[in-house]
């Protein structure tokens, strides 16, 4: 069973960046993909970044419109770790912050649903 768990959260002001690290760990087969997800108070949970294999060998990365061009998204495999680079946070970036993989080709993508596991989520606000 796959276990996520997230770390690098915490209150910045406007402007300011974080870096949010996922470790996996308890697998046996890497996963295909993992992703970075937000939820905010009263609002569905939403994908923000994603990263996953193409049959060549190669990643693929996608960004949601909100975040691309101040987010990025990496993953170094030695260390089963996957990061998010924030820079140029809004107030409007406040959320919990998931981090999710799954095994599945089918899976990869910015649906949450399709996901099988999950951390715990680390809490990011922005506010002056």
């Known amino acids: 069973q796959m276990q996520l768990a997230e770390s690098g959260g915490g209150s910045v002001q406007p402007g300011g960046s974080l870096r949010l690290s996922c470790v996996a760990s308890?697998?046996?087969?890497?996963?295909?993909?993992m992703g970075w997800f937000r939820q905010a108070t009263g609002e569905e949970r939403e994908g923000v970044a994603t990263?996953?294999?193409?049959?060549?060998?190669?990643?693929?990365?996608h960004y949601s419109d909100s975040v691309k061009g101040r987010f990025t998204i990496s993953q170094d495999n030695a260390k089963n770790t996957v990061y998010l680079q924030m820079n140029n946070l809004k107030p409007e970036d406040t959320a919990r912050y998931y981090c999710?993989?799954?095994?599945?080709?089918?899976?990869?993508?910015?649906?949450?649903?399709?996901?099988?596991?999950w951390g715990q989520g680390t809490q990011v606000t922005v506010s002056s």
């Open positions: 999710a993989a799954d095994q599945r080709a089918w899976a990869c993508g910015s649906r949450p649903e399709n996901y099988n596991y």
């Open positions: 308890g697998y046996t087969d890497r996963p295909y993909c």
């Open positions: 990263i996953y294999r193409l049959e060549s060998g190669d990643r693929a990365i």
